[in-house]
């Protein structure tokens, strides 16, 4: 039964994943592009999470947080570059 769910949970993230990409190929504004590559690392983090659940290791909760932060930090970083121009001061 746990497997059946991990599944069905990769692929509602797969096809989140895919509906990110559709909206940054899409998108005519870049505020919402910018939502999109956060929702997408948000998406990349559940999958390597719901990975490391099925594979019964603890190295992939590290290794989500890592992707956690450089995400968030990416994000800030391209909201201040289009909202500034550069982003280190």
Do not use: Q
């Amino acid at each position: 039964m746990m497997t059946a769910a991990l599944w069905f949970a990769f692929g509602c993230f797969a096809i989140g994943l895919a509906m990110n990409m559709w909206t940054i190929a899409r998108s005519p504004a870049m505020g919402d592009r910018i939502l999109a590559l956060d929702t997408m690392v948000i998406n990349g983090i559940a999958l390597v999470v719901l990975f490391g659940i099925f594979t019964r290791s603890a190295v992939y909760f590290e290794v989500s947080l890592i992707i956690a932060m450089v995400g968030f930090v990416s994000t800030i970083a391209y909201a201040r570059f289009l909202l500034r121009g550069n982003v280190i001061e």
